[in-house]
């Protein structure tokens, strides 16, 4: 988001004695190049000179989606000074509909208009072929293309689902680690292999595509030996860990073996080849699900397998008796078991607890793991997840800090990191630490993130990612330096004026460009 104060006018002149004061709102998504916020500019730029506007303020949304107005700092700041009297303007100009949301419901971007109107600011949209000027023609027409905006953004998600659909059962991966005993295999548009993916790698060319392909022998021989020993050792899955861990083996994460990590191998498909995908979704950022297994994409054989699917079979019919031989009241019974030992529950919990079926059976037998705690009497005062999302958020920082690692070195810089503290060192020149922030809900509802800035490291910058409100999916980046950062906590709520959200980005490419080195010569 951006904001500036073109002229120096005072906004109490008579307005017969000045033109009339004017901010403009630019969004830019990824999705045409025509839509670039410098066009938008210009052609707003031209609409406001021939009616003798002077645009004195720019708010601007850049590759920001046009959904819902979380994250678009420059739509709600926009709003946020009409609202509070601080405006200096009379008038806002956006290029077109779209611009201003391809929101899923028109009520939602008619609201956000409608309180600009209610302060006496006018909002027009250059680019269309209508006056907004409150008349039921214009309100006819401006009622379908907000509609159209949004049904736009309906058919693009769904050609990219049907299109990912087609990428899954031709074999192609869509994201996500390989997995202990396999690897990510790189190829071209005519299905040529161009190499191994390491950890934290990713395709540049979109032509190319990723597959699995086995992993090293021994990687591989030791997922044959877990479902052996589950199989035909009637081994448990917590026995397993501890002799994987007793050998001094660890997992493709470099963690040790849990028995929540041993049951993920035993029964994911892609062991026996198969490709599955959709198992969860979140389509036009709405709240993610977890699909039925009937919706899920399914490719028998897409990959080379490294387990019978006999014996593959086999571990899901034992997993699968766990709970199909026991009542509700018998499985009830065993999770108060665990919540008296424990003192609460967690999914976490529930797959590490070998006298429990699977925390899935539980969802699967009540809907819910929340109905089944509630049965069990289990209502904590806590968030009952909070152990589930430490374990998530520790799996997710790897991957992250790798991805930041490609991405300076793509721009053309150089990173050192310190394997025992994660710090980068950038060019020689400044270090920064990258922290992942869990969100918080209050009792009223209200989100906060608390960063706590390390104190030892002193890093040049804290690349500090907040998470959404499930703690599931990364919200936005915040790069704070620490010149500015005179506080060991920080604590952030959902808008935090500029003074902070100037720090604030959807993307690390500003920590991208930061890193990139310019020639002298160019500089010059």
């Known amino acids: 988001m951006s904001w500036r104060d073109d002229h120096d006018e005072s906004p109490d002149a008579p307005k017969s004695h000045r033109a009339m004061r004017g901010a403009q709102y630019l969004r830019m998504s990824t999705e045409h190049q025509r839509y670039s916020t410098e066009n938008q500019s210009d052609a707003i730029a031209q609409y406001a000179a021939q009616r003798g506007i002077d645009i004195v303020q720019t708010y601007s949304d850049e590759g920001k989606s046009g959904l819902r107005i979380q994250g678009r700092v420059g739509l709600k700041q926009l709003i946020d000074d009409i609202q509070s009297g601080r405006a200096g303007f009379e008038i806002v100009l956006v290029y077109d509909i779209s611009r201003w949301g391809r929101f899923q419901d028109a009520d939602e971007s008619a609201y956000y208009e409608y309180i600009c109107k209610r302060a006496g600011i006018s909002v027009v949209y250059c680019a269309e072929q209508f006056e907004n000027d409150g008349s039921p023609v214009s309100t006819i027409v401006k009622g379908v293309k907000r509609a159209m905006a949004g049904e736009y953004s309906r058919e693009l998600s769904q050609k990219v689902f049907t299109g990912q659909c087609r990428l899954i059962e031709r074999g192609f991966r869509q994201g996500g680690p390989p997995g202990f005993g396999l690897r990510r295999m790189l190829i071209d548009e005519h299905g040529q292999p161009k190499g191994i993916l390491e950890r934290g790698q990713h395709k540049?060319?979109?032509?190319?595509?990723?597959?699995?392909?086995?992993?090293?022998?021994?990687?591989?021989?030791?997922?044959?030996?877990?479902?052996?020993?589950?199989?035909?050792?009637?081994?448990?899955?917590?026995?397993?860990?501890?002799?994987?861990?007793?050998?001094?083996?660890?997992t493709d994460l470099g963690r040790t073996w849990t028995r929540g990590a041993v049951h993920q191998i035993l029964i994911n498909e892609k062991y026996i080849g198969n490709n599955v995908w959709n198992r969860s979704s979140f389509k036009l950022k709405k709240t993610r699900v977890q699909n039925d297994p009937d919706i899920w994409i399914r490719a028998e054989g897409a990959f080379e397998a490294i387990v019978d699917s006999e014996l593959f079979a086999a571990a899901g019919a034992i997993i699968g008796a766990r709970s199909a031989r026991l009542t509700d009241d018998e499985m009830l019974a065993a999770l108060r078991n665990i919540l008296q030992a424990q003192g609460y529950l967690s999914g976490l919990i529930i797959d590490e607890a070998d006298t429990l079926p699977s925390s899935g059976s539980y969802r699967t037998r009540f809907g819910s793991l929340l109905r089944a705690y509630q049965l069990v009497g289990f209502k904590p005062d806590r968030d009952y997840r909070y152990v589930e999302i430490n374990r998530r958020l520790r799996d997710l920082h790897p991957d992250i800090v790798?991805?930041?690692?490609?991405?300076?070195?793509?721009?053309?810089?150089?990173?050192?990191?310190?394997?025992?503290?994660?710090?980068?060192?950038?060019?020689?020149?400044?270090?920064?630490?990258?922290?992942?922030?869990?969100?918080?809900?209050?009792?009223?509802?209200?989100?906060?993130?608390?960063?706590?800035?390390?104190?030892?490291?002193?890093?040049?910058?804290?690349?500090?990612?907040?998470?959404?409100?499930?703690?599931?999916?990364?919200?936005?980046?915040?790069?704070?330096?620490?010149?500015?950062?005179?506080?060991?906590?920080?604590?952030?709520?959902?808008?935090?004026?500029?003074?902070?959200?100037?720090?604030?980005?959807?993307?690390?490419?500003?920590?991208?460009?930061?890193?990139?080195?310019?020639?002298?010569t160019e500089a010059a």
């Open 402 to 520: 790798s991805h930041s690692i490609m991405g300076i070195e793509q721009a053309g810089g150089h990173v050192d990191r310190d394997p025992g503290t994660d710090l980068l060192t950038i060019n020689t020149e400044f270090t920064a630490s990258i922290v992942i922030v869990r969100c918080h809900e209050t009792a009223a509802g209200s989100l906060r993130w608390n960063i706590r800035f390390d104190a030892s490291l002193k890093p040049d910058i804290t690349v500090a990612i907040r998470m959404d409100r499930p703690n599931r999916n990364l919200l936005d980046y915040y790069l704070l330096p620490r010149i500015d950062m005179t506080l060991p906590r920080l604590r952030l709520a959902e808008s935090n004026g500029l003074s902070l959200d100037a720090y604030r980005f959807d993307t690390l490419s500003p920590l991208f460009e930061m890193a990139a080195q310019v020639p002298i």
């Open 204 to 250: 540049s060319i979109q032509t190319d595509r990723v597959t699995l392909v086995p992993g090293p022998d021994e990687e591989v021989a030791i997922v044959l030996e877990v479902f052996r020993s589950f199989v035909e050792g009637q081994k448990s899955e917590t026995d397993i860990a501890e002799y994987l861990n007793s050998r001094g083996i660890l």
